[in-house]
């Protein structure tokens, strides 16, 4: 947490006029000589004054946080208070924990009153090994095989799929035949590591490790959509959602 300067002229305002009442109230006492009741309340609204001007000048703006290890909790607390109707954006090679997340996401849109909208960057990866492509590059100094990563793709999207068509089927009667509002695309750039941005609550980045899975790797936490930090990592989403390819709906693959 740090202080930003910052001048609001309305907040300022304001500020000054419960200042010069403060001050006022302040004065009267030695007129009326009723010290119990000028006093006290003079030196709180003069003090509330001096705060209100404060936060006009100044404002405390929060840094990015970093932990040691991924955290899903955290993630699934952001997810469970966040605006009903806020856009998760998700950039990753595929979901790693997709039988947990899929089913919590489930909960929170069906028996909760989530309405996310969902934008998902999968990593675009070819069924046959070919050399130097993405998705080998990736898993290079890991245990899994090609063939193993691209059916985690492909798992993960037709999870996400069934996801869909399970809410779907729930919220016929529950938002009156509304959908769930699923996109998924595959990319081909070089990715940072995994992003996920829940709506302007919360952003949670991890860094892709050449030997292991991200989850066992840092997590950066950015809370200030206003920071430059949070700009930076969300142009990077757009970027790559505007790159990147439709999966079309209902297809397990690419």
């Not at 200042?19 to 000589?33: C, N, Q």
């Not at 208070?81 to 039988?99: C, F, G, H, N, R």
Request: proline content about 4%; hydrophobic content about 40%.
């Amino acid at each position: 947490m740090k202080i930003k300067c910052r001048i609001s002229g309305n907040i300022l305002a304001i500020g000054g006029i419960i200042l010069s009442i403060g001050a006022g109230l302040l004065s009267l006492e030695p007129v009326f000589g009723l010290k119990w009741i000028f006093l006290p309340i003079g030196t709180i609204v003069f003090l509330l004054g001096v705060i209100i001007v404060f936060f006009g000048c100044f404002e405390f703006v929060s840094g990015p946080e970093i932990k040691d290890n991924w955290d899903d909790n955290l993630l699934r607390k952001a997810l469970e208070t966040a605006p009903p109707k806020s856009t998760v954006s998700i950039l990753q090679t595929w979901l790693p924990d997709k039988e947990k997340f899929c089913p919590f996401m489930e909960e929170l849109l069906i028996d909760g009153s989530k309405q996310f909208h969902f934008r998902v960057l999968l990593m675009y990866g070819s069924k046959k090994k070919v050399n130097d492509d993405l998705l080998s590059a990736r898993i290079r100094l890991r245990a899994e095989s090609h063939d193993d990563a691209f059916q985690e793709i492909v798992g993960t999207i037709k999870r996400l799929n069934q996801m869909k068509q399970k809410v779907d089927t729930s919220w016929v009667t529950k938002y009156m035949g509304a959908k769930l509002d699923i996109q998924i695309r595959s990319y081909k750039f070089m990715p940072f590591g995994p992003i996920y941005q829940i709506g302007n609550q919360m952003m949670l980045i991890g860094f892709y490790l050449n030997s292991e899975s991200s989850v066992h790797g840092p997590m950066l936490i950015i809370r200030n959509p206003k920071s430059r930090i949070w700009k930076k990592f969300e142009d990077n989403i757009n970027n790559g959602w505007n790159s990147s390819t439709e999966v079309k709906e209902g297809s397990n693959c690419f």
